[in-house]
């Protein structure tokens, strides 16, 4: 008597469906991160709220006008709620007892008649500042200044010579004024559109001579690159 062999080409039987997991495992597994809570994706209406804290802090005299913004530039480009807390989390809740605000920055005039004038500012901005150069040389940095008001008026005026302004990276300029026979230049990254940042207001008058405003990318170039390169190679980075 013959055995029967087994049939050949049979397609394998299909295999039955899980019935195993529960309905609110699945979903976790099939969201993945968003069962973490830090990895939850971030709303706009989160980013702003950040964003009004940060500008609290600084009315506090916590951030200085550098740190202010590359917080805020941070805040709108997070994607989830664990980015948003690493930005503040050095910082007291909404509420807390303010903290004692930068001395006033009480020398608003900054003048070269045949010379220099190099100024980095630490104090608290509350009002307009003004640069003038004549046949000389005005360096003004803003970076370390507390700006309560996230703003920075600035009239510079530049005659047979140069003013230069130093600004984080990351603000929003606003150039207004002429020049006659000279130049008025620009040079800082562009912000993000829409994004309620922090503004450098200058009315720069040129007359034979340049008024320049540079942000910190644009100051130091190499400096930044030999930073960025040591702080990436360092362990843990």
């Given at each position: 008597?013959?055995?029967?062999?087994?049939?050949?080409?049979?397609?394998?039987?299909?295999?039955?469906?899980?019935?195993?997991?529960h309905?609110?495992?699945?979903?976790?597994?099939?969201?993945?991160?968003?069962?973490?809570?830090?990895?939850v994706?971030?709303?706009?209406?989160?980013?702003e709220?950040?964003?009004?804290?940060?500008?609290?802090?600084?009315?506090?005299?916590?951030?200085?006008?550098?740190?202010?913004?590359e917080?805020?530039?941070a805040?709108?480009?997070?994607?989830?709620?664990?980015e948003?807390?690493?930005?503040?989390?050095d910082?007291?809740?909404?509420?807390?007892?303010?903290?004692?605000?930068?001395?006033?920055?009480?020398?608003?005039?900054?003048?070269?008649?045949?010379?220099?004038?190099?100024?980095?500012?630490?104090?608290?901005?509350?009002?307009?500042l003004?640069?003038?150069?004549?046949?000389?040389?005005?360096?003004?940095?803003?970076?370390?200044?507390?700006?309560?008001?996230?703003?920075v008026?600035?009239?510079?005026?530049?005659?047979?010579?140069?003013?230069?302004?130093?600004?984080p990276?990351?603000?929003?300029?606003?150039?207004?004024?002429?020049?006659?026979?000279?130049?008025?230049?620009?040079?800082?990254?562009?912000?993000?559109?829409?994004a309620?940042?922090?503004?450098v207001?200058?009315?720069?008058?040129?007359?034979?001579?340049?008024?320049?405003?540079?942000?910190?990318?644009?100051?130091?170039?190499?400096?930044?690159?030999?930073a960025?390169?040591?702080r990436?190679?360092?362990?843990?980075?």
């Amino acid at each position: 008597m013959s055995q029967s062999s087994p049939q050949q080409g049979r397609p394998p039987s299909p295999s039955r469906p899980r019935q195993d997991l529960h309905p609110a495992t699945a979903g976790a597994d099939a969201a993945g991160t968003a069962a973490v809570p830090g990895a939850v994706r971030a709303s706009d209406a989160e980013r702003e709220a950040v964003v009004e804290r940060l500008r609290v802090a600084s009315v506090e005299g916590r951030l200085t006008f550098e740190e202010l913004t590359e917080r805020t530039e941070a805040a709108y480009a997070a994607v989830t709620r664990g980015e948003l807390e690493h930005i503040t989390a050095d910082l007291p809740g909404m509420g807390a007892p303010g903290a004692n605000p930068a001395p006033l920055q009480v020398k608003r005039r900054f003048s070269a008649v045949m010379g220099d004038c190099k100024e980095r500012i630490v104090g608290r901005i509350d009002g307009p500042l003004e640069a003038v150069s004549v046949m000389g040389d005005v360096e003004l940095d803003l970076r370390g200044a507390q700006v309560p008001t996230g703003e920075v008026h600035i009239a510079a005026t530049a005659v047979m010579g140069d003013v230069k302004i130093i600004v984080p990276d990351g603000v929003a300029i606003e150039l207004l004024g002429h020049a006659f026979l000279g130049d008025r230049r620009v040079q800082v990254r562009e912000p993000c559109p829409g994004a309620r940042i922090p503004v450098v207001r200058v009315t720069a008058n040129a007359f034979m001579g340049d008024v320049k405003i540079v942000d910190d990318e644009h100051h130091a170039p190499i400096r930044r690159a030999v930073a960025s390169w040591w702080r990436d190679r360092r362990p843990g980075s």
